[in-house]
C-alpha cells in the first residue's frame, strides 16, 4: 500500500501527464523548425562527450542466414557532427600493438577528413541518414502525441514526397525511405528514427551509395545527467552501404555503454589535427 506522500507524487505525476496529453499539438512546421534548432546545438554539445559502444553485427548469406557474427567494442566523439569510432576489442580480445597503430592512424584521418568537410561547407556533416537531415527533407505528417519514459512526445509519419525527385546524396535516400520520426515534446530533441527503404537507390554506381529495398534502420536517443541527448541504441539491418556505413547482407546493433566528458588525451588529438590542417590550408 502507498504511503500518503508517495501516493501525493503519484497523482501529481498523472495529473501533469494527462494535462500534456491534452494540451493541442504543436503546428507541424513550428515544431520542425524548433527540432532542426536543437539538433543544431546539440551536434555541438556532443562534441563534448566520448562514449564507449558494442556492437554485433551478423553477416548474412544470399538466404538470409548468419554466417559470421563479429562482436566489437568502440569508442567515439564527434568532430564538427561526425563521429570518429576508434575501436577498442574485437570478439573480447585486446587489439595487437599493430592493430592499435592502424586505429590511431585512421581516427587521425578521419579527424582531417571532418576538418576539412568543416573548413570548406562551413557547417558539420551528420551524414546523409543523420536526424537532422530527415526533420529538414523528409515530407512529415500524421503527428500524434504519445508517451515515452514518462515524456509527451510528438511522432511523425515519414511519407513520400512527390516533389522529391533527385538532388544531393542525403535527399535521394531519405526521398527512399518511410518510417517515423519521434520528438520529445519538451526539449525538441529527436528521441527516435524508425524508418526502412521502399526503393532501391544507387549513386555512383553503387561506389557512394548503395540501398536496397527493405532496408531498416531505427535510432533511440536518451539523455544524459547535464540534458544533452547521445545515442542510447541503433539498429540496422538489410542491404546497403554508405561509404562504411553498414556492410553489404548484414544487420548490426550498437548499444552505447557508457558516457563520459572529453578526455584530454583525445581532445589534444583533435587540436594537432585542426593546426595540422590549417597548415596546409592555402
Avoid at 13 to 39: C, V, Y
Amino acid at each position: 500500500m502507498l504511503r500518503r506522500p508517495h501516493y501525493l507524487l503519484c497523482l501529481t505525476a498523472l495529473a501533469a501527464l494527462a494535462h500534456a496529453q491534452d494540451k493541442p499539438i504543436p503546428k507541424q512546421e513550428a515544431l520542425r523548425q524548433r527540432a532542426i534548432a536543437t539538433a543544431e546545438r546539440t551536434a555541438e554539445q556532443r562534441e563534448r562527450y566520448e562514449c564507449r559502444e558494442r556492437q554485433v553485427q551478423n553477416d548474412l548469406d544470399g538466404k538470409g542466414r548468419v554466417k559470421k557474427t563479429t562482436t566489437v567494442e568502440q569508442d567515439f566523439f564527434f568532430v564538427h557532427g561526425r563521429a570518429v569510432l576508434r575501436e577498442v576489442n574485437r570478439d573480447g580480445k585486446p587489439l595487437s600493438a599493430s592493430d592499435q597503430k592502424k586505429q590511431d592512424e585512421r581516427v587521425r584521418k578521419e579527424i582531417e577528413s571532418a576538418e576539412k568537410a568543416f573548413k570548406k561547407e562551413k557547417k558539420g556533416d551528420g551524414g546523409p541518414m543523420s536526424s537532422r537531415n530527415f526533420l529538414k527533407l523528409a515530407k512529415l505528417g500524421n503527428e500524434r502525441r504519445v508517451t515515452v519514459a514518462g515524456r509527451p512526445t510528438i511522432v511523425f509519419d515519414v511519407l513520400e514526397n512527390p516533389d522529391n525527385k533527385g538532388g544531393d546524396i542525403a535527399q535521394r535516400i531519405i526521398a527512399a525511405m518511410r518510417g517515423t520520426i519521434s520528438v520529445d515534446e519538451e526539449s525538441g530533441h529527436v528521441q527516435a528514427l524508425n524508418v526502412n527503404g521502399v526503393r532501391d537507390v544507387k549513386i555512383a554506381g553503387g561506389l557512394v551509395a548503395n540501398i536496397h529495398k527493405g532496408f531498416q534502420l531505427h535510432v533511440v536517443n536518451a539523455p544524459q545527467n547535464d540534458g544533452v541527448w547521445m545515442l542510447k541504441t541503433m539498429w540496422g539491418s538489410g542491404d546497403a552501404r554508405m561509404g562504411l556505413f553498414f556492410h553489404p547482407a548484414a544487420n548490426i546493433r550498437s548499444d552505447v555503454q557508457s558516457c563520459h566528458l572529453f578526455n584530454v588525451e583525445a581532445d589534444a588529438i583533435v587540436k594537432e589535427v585542426e593546426k595540422e590542417v590549417d597548415g596546409k590550408t592555402p
